[in-house]
């Protein structure tokens, strides 16, 4: 019986840590010297490696948490002399920014409108929003493509940006959260006076934070990541948002990576702490199907 | 009459914005797809679909990509569903380890990509092990495993996504169903597999579906590992897709995206009926 009950602790903590390890590798990589984490990790044979394991020309890693001797020169080489990352985070910051500001303003509007309307057809306006939320990337990049074209924007961050505003998991998160919303209160301020509006601003939106709250989250980690719609849509290299770039960071500048990444990490783990229950119940949302 | 029609003022600039940015120019992608080339956009039938059918990158694209989702979905099911019942199994600290779990969805694809590289690369620490353990370096070089790779990446970072669609859907399953088990003298598996099992089955759905949409987003993790040009055995469409968006190839791109559209609507589909099937079974 005993043995029963330590079972599951063990396997979750096994699992916990697989979750948390990269992270921790990320972290403490990051006060190592640049080249340090080149003679660690590169596939040639040098100098300060030559003790370690080869085989057929190849130094395999040698791999390790804690830094020969710790530093905080790559943090200074990032936040001093290197203004192209900066740069780039910028960028990561200007193509989340809106989206999330655009659709906690539309998407609740848009969900108590659809809520609320009389219409026979007004399920199939949702079952396009709830198809459009399921289909990958790739496939909606080709539309958002056309009408990039169309508005002449490929070139601009809005060919990112208009069509992350519009998507529709805001207002399928927040639908989902009216349905148990009690239809009295809304009658209620009906009979009272109060109009559509009213009813929306005194009654509906300040129910309304914690989901609000969990579309910020589930939002940012997808937008903080953005990857495929960059692909498309950026030329210019130092146009990039750093969620594409550090892949280039990786062969191009090793020894910075570790601390590039620790600084873009940081705001996503920030976000996270401060939105973890609701993200729980944000993924639990859209779960709720029929 | 007048009252519901100010709703959709509500609706209006979000729906306005879909329209605009998703379902038309969807839709007009379609002519796209039937017209030989955009200068004289004369039409040609199915033939940019056959075309793209009979494409040898297409095809290799299409089965590696079902192969990534045939592995991916069901590991991913499987795993979530036994660390969510081991979580339900825990007397204390669970809100830490929800926590612990979680964290991966968060962290963006790009900043854990060098552990990966340290972790799997030819140079690697997987390999240096196998090395070490007397395994010859031409068996261990051999790069059969780039797709094992990407699925073990990918269930680390999505994994717990899964875990809490169950974790919720076992929250609904009453107590006593399993206390009237207990009494009946009926072991941890039997409750599994007539309670646990039965009572889960819409959710299973959900994660199914779920679980099918998500597996798209594997491509942050291979672009991030190996760029626009992956290995053959990795190359999926959605690099085909992305080719041919630098190539501007609009019939190639339109009925492709039209394939795609086609095959992962019916899969969702079937999916969707048998959940409510199911759901319906039980209520």
Known sequence: MQKKRIMPNIIIGIAAVVAVFPIVFIFANSFMG??????????EVMESNAGDFTSHGIHFVRFGLLPESVTLEQYKQLLLESPGYLRMFWNSVLLVLPVLLGQC??????????????????????FMYIIVMLMPTQILLVPNFIVAGWLNIRESYLAIILPALFHPLG???????????????????????????????YIVRPNLSSVV?????????????????????????????????????????????????????????????????YLTEGIALSSVKS | MKKTKAYWLFLLPSLLGVLLFYTIPFLFSLYYALVDNMGSQS??????????????????????TAVFVGLSVPLSMALSLFLSLCLQGMKRGRVLATMLLLLPLVVPSGTIVYFWKVLFD?????????????FNHEAVAQNGWAMGVLVAVFLWKNVSYNIVLFWSGLNWIPKTYYEQMALEGAGKWKQFTNVTWIYLSPTTFVVLLMSIVNSFKVFKEVYMLYGAYP????????????NQFLSLNMQKLSSAAYILFLVIGIVLLIVFYAQKRVTDAYQ
């Open chain 2, 122 to 134: 030819s140079n690697g620490l997987l390999q240096k092990m196998l090395l070490q353990l007397g």
């Open chain 1, 171 to 201: 207002v399928f998160l927040i639908r989902q959260q009216l349905k148990s919303f009690p239809k009295e209160c809304m009658e209620a301020a009906a009979l009272d006076g109060a109009g559509a509006w009213r009813t929306y601003w």
């Open chain 2, 43 to 64: 039409f040609v039938g199915l033939r940019n679909f056959t075309d793209t059918l009979q494409n040898s990158l297409f095809q290799s694209a299409a089965v590696n």
């Open chain 1, 34 to 43: 640049g080249a340090e984490i080149v003679s660690r990790y590169s596939a």
């Open chain 2, 231 to 242: 290995s053959p055995d990795i190359y999926m469409l959605q690099h085909y897709m992305n």
């Open chain 1, 105 to 126: 303003v539309l998407a609740p509007l848009a969900a108590y409108g659809l809520e609320n309307i009389q219409w026979k057809y007004k399920e199939a306006i949702f």
């Open chain 1, 213 to 277: 709250a969990a579309l910020v989250v589930l939002l940012f980690a997808d937008n903080w990541n953005i990857v495929d719609q960059a692909v498309v849509f950026i030329k210019n290299t130092y146009d990039n948002p750093l969620s594409v770039y550090l892949g280039n960071v990786v062969t191009g500048d090793p020894g910075m990576f570790f601390a590039v990444s620790v600084f873009y990490l940081i705001p996503a783990l920030l976000v996270f702490l401060l939105g973890q229950d």
